[in-house]
């Protein structure tokens, strides 16, 4: 089954930090740029980051910038969003998404795999 999984998500204090994976399952993601997306409650789905192919060229919303760090290990078929300094404005649930592409597409392009999404609570 070709898939993307998502985990790490969980209950943090505001400051906390957490990992987040997204793993393949069925396919490479080496052929995949893949994108972080997260919808808080009530609200719209945003991209929050992104990165390409090879790992050389990545991309952040503004309000994550400084906060949260995406990577990849195309070895073990992973990405990862490592979110840092969180706050109860990042509460939502995130989703990973690839796109067979070398680079992001500013959040916009044509997915060809969806996550489930991991959610993630950021309280005191």
């Known amino acids: 089954q070709l898939q993307l999984v998502e985990s790490g998500g969980g209950l943090v204090q505001p400051g906390g930090s957490l990992r987040l994976s997204c793993a393949a399952s069925?396919?490479?993601?080496?052929?995949?740029?893949i994108a972080w997306f997260r919808q808080p409650p009530g609200k719209d789905r945003e991209g929050v980051s992104c990165i390409g192919r090879k790992g050389d060229t990545t991309d952040y919303a503004e309000s994550v910038k400084g906060r949260f760090t995406i990577s990849r290990d195309n070895a073990k078929n992973t990405v990862y969003l490592q979110l840092n300094s969180l706050t109860p404005e990042d509460t939502a649930v995130y989703s990973c998404?690839?796109?067979?592409?070398?680079?992001?597409?500013?959040?916009?392009?044509?997915?060809?795999?969806w996550g489930q999404g991991t959610q993630v609570t950021v309280s005191s």
């Open positions: 998404a690839a796109e067979k592409n070398y680079y992001c597409s500013g959040f916009k392009g044509e997915y060809d795999y």
């Open positions: 069925g396919f490479t993601l080496d052929y995949y740029s």
